[in-house]
């Protein structure tokens, strides 16, 4: 069964409800679930009627070439023919909130009849007879009930198709329904979730074969992860590529690149824009904000790195902090390859340390330090022999 193109109808409840695709199962809108199962499938066009005030939320949900119209669109019979124009075939059309499985979209494009019963919402139409349909005098509901083909199915049993409505009840079974269809795609994939019920994962992510997902592991957004990963327990990793091989460890990771075999924990926190290289090290309690760290880095723990460009096999001892931030604006922060940056260091921005350069532990530098150099920016040592003694004699 060729099918190229959705149509999908994004209706508000009668109580001036938004539309229930628009809400939240898990952490990404129906519409996201949706568009993600349709596209797996091998559909690439979309149609979306909805109100006006919806417009900008569902455009987030569906891919950027979506054609929308809504009540204001005076030319959106035209619109739809020409969208169906582009069609070869048939398209699938939805009229309510639905959860599709890989199931589902399977007995869509299958070439026998929908399975009967009760409608789920679904219904597949060839493209030329709803376009002909356009210019007759009949609503389109009419025209779908006359000449296109319910997905239906007992009622609990949809075969791969979950609808769904507005209370609370049943969207809470729907999220449980996508949960369990999303540990199942990923697990026909070739990915271990060690307890399928305490993970959970975005449509939109992409999981390696080969990887173990722990116990508390959330992936969200466009999530890529590489082959033979480790993540969790008590990760969330949010719109982050990461390498082949990388491991995460009860961490929360954002908008990233962590390349391969990268070790991050216990407890870091890696925030927007940053880049970590392949072997490194980012360990418990550090924290890395929009900087890059070069291949082999290690950054053990309890560091601060902001607004950074660290070399490779740069070592940072516990307690570096990158001071970024003089109170009005951010400034950068360079250290060199093979460099050592000894614990409880603070690097003053702007400043660089040079390739191969030593700081001294304790140090607060605030002027470059040459390739090859040592700084050591700290008070002298004073030792006066017995105080004590004669302090507790007191």
Same mark, same amino acid.
């Given at each position: 069964?060729?099918?190229?193109?959705?149509?999908?109808?994004?209706?508000?409840?009668?109580?001036?409800?938004?539309?229930?695709?628009?809400?939240?199962?898990?952490?990404?809108?129906?519409?996201?679930?949706?568009?993600?199962?349709?596209?797996?499938?091998?559909?690439?066009?979309?149609?979306?009627?909805?109100?006006?005030?919806?417009?900008?939320?569902?455009?987030?949900?569906?891919?950027?070439?979506?054609?929308?119209?809504?009540?204001?669109?005076?030319?959106?019979?035209?619109?739809?023919? !020409?969208?169906?124009?582009?069609?070869?075939?048939?398209?699938?059309?939805?009229?309510?909130?639905?959860?599709?499985?890989?199931?589902?979209?399977?007995?869509?494009?299958?070439?026998?009849?929908?399975?009967?019963?009760?409608?789920?919402?679904?219904?597949?139409?060839?493209?030329?007879?709803?376009?002909?349909?356009?210019?007759?005098?009949?609503?389109?509901?009419?025209?779908?009930?006359?000449?296109?083909?319910?997905?239906?199915?007992?009622?609990?049993?949809?075969?791969?198709?979950?609808?769904?409505?507005?209370?609370?009840?049943?969207?809470?079974?729907?999220?449980?329904?996508?949960?369990?269809?999303?540990?199942?795609?990923?697990?026909?994939?070739?990915?271990?979730?060690?307890?399928?019920?305490?993970?959970?994962?975005?449509?939109?992510?992409?999981?390696?074969?080969?990887?173990?997902?722990?116990?508390?592991?959330?992936?969200?957004?466009?999530?890529?992860?590489?082959?033979?990963?480790?993540?969790?327990?008590?990760?969330?990793?949010?719109?982050?590529?990461?390498?082949? @091989?990388?491991?995460?460890?009860?961490?929360?990771?954002?908008?990233?690149?962590?390349?391969?075999?990268?070790?991050?924990?216990?407890?870091?926190?890696?925030?927007?824009?940053?880049?970590?290289?392949?072997?490194?090290?980012?360990?418990?309690?550090?924290?890395?904000?929009?900087?890059?760290?070069?291949? @082999?880095?290690?950054?053990?723990?309890?560091?601060?790195?902001?607004?950074?460009?660290?070399?490779?096999?740069?070592?940072?001892?516990?307690?570096?902090?990158?001071?970024?931030?003089?109170?009005?604006?951010?400034?950068?922060?360079?250290?060199?390859?093979? !460099?050592?940056?000894?614990?409880?260091?603070?690097?003053?921005?702007?400043?660089?340390?040079?390739?191969?350069?030593?700081?001294?532990?304790?140090?607060?530098?605030?002027?470059?330090?040459?390739?090859?150099?040592?700084?050591?920016?700290?008070?002298?040592?004073?030792?006066?022999?017995?105080?004590?003694?004669?302090?507790?004699?007191?």
């Amino acid at each position: 069964m060729n099918i190229t193109g959705a149509i999908v109808f994004l209706p508000r409840g009668g109580g001036g409800e938004g539309p229930v695709l628009l809400d939240t199962l898990l952490l990404a809108p129906g519409a996201v679930w949706l568009a993600e199962a349709l596209m797996r499938s091998g559909i690439t066009r979309f149609f979306v009627a909805c109100h006006g005030d919806d417009q900008e939320e569902a455009a987030h949900c569906f891919p950027q070439d979506t054609v929308f119209v809504t009540s204001n669109t005076e030319n959106a019979n035209t619109r739809l023919a !020409a969208f169906l124009a582009g069609c070869e075939g048939s398209v699938a059309v939805v009229t309510g909130a639905v959860l599709l499985t890989g199931e589902g979209t399977r007995r869509l494009f299958a070439p026998a009849a929908l399975p009967a019963g009760e409608s789920t919402g679904l219904f597949r139409m060839n493209a030329a007879v709803l376009r002909g349909a356009l210019s007759e005098d009949i609503s389109f509901e009419e025209a779908l009930l006359s000449r296109g083909e319910p997905f239906g199915g007992r009622a609990g049993t949809f075969e791969g198709v979950f609808p769904y409505g507005f209370s609370w009840e049943s969207r809470e079974a729907a999220s449980a329904y996508a949960r369990k269809a999303e540990a199942r795609r990923l697990a026909e994939a070739g990915v271990c979730l060690v307890d399928p019920d305490s993970v959970y994962v975005d449509p939109t992510v992409t999981v390696e074969k080969g990887t173990v997902l722990l116990p508390g592991t959330i992936l969200r957004g466009r999530t890529v992860i590489g082959r033979g990963c480790e993540i969790g327990p008590n990760s969330m990793v949010r719109d982050c590529t990461v390498g082949d @091989g990388a491991v995460i460890n009860a961490s929360q990771c954002n908008e990233s690149f962590i390349g391969a075999r990268a070790k991050v924990g216990p407890f870091a926190y890696i925030r927007p824009g940053c880049t970590v290289g392949a072997d490194t090290k980012v360990g418990d309690f550090v924290e890395v904000k929009n900087s890059v760290v070069g291949d @082999g880095t290690k950054i053990s723990h309890l560091t601060y790195v902001g607004d950074s460009d660290i070399g490779k096999n740069v070592n940072l001892g516990c307690g570096t902090v990158t001071v970024n931030y003089d109170g009005a604006a951010k400034f950068r922060t360079v250290v060199g390859d093979n !460099a050592f940056v000894g614990c409880n260091s603070n690097l003053i921005a702007p400043v660089q340390i040079g390739e191969g350069a030593y700081v001294a532990a304790g140090s607060t530098i605030t002027d470059p330090v040459p390739a090859g150099g040592l700084a050591i920016a700290r008070a002298p040592q004073t030792v006066k022999a017995q105080w004590a003694v004669r302090r507790r004699k007191k």
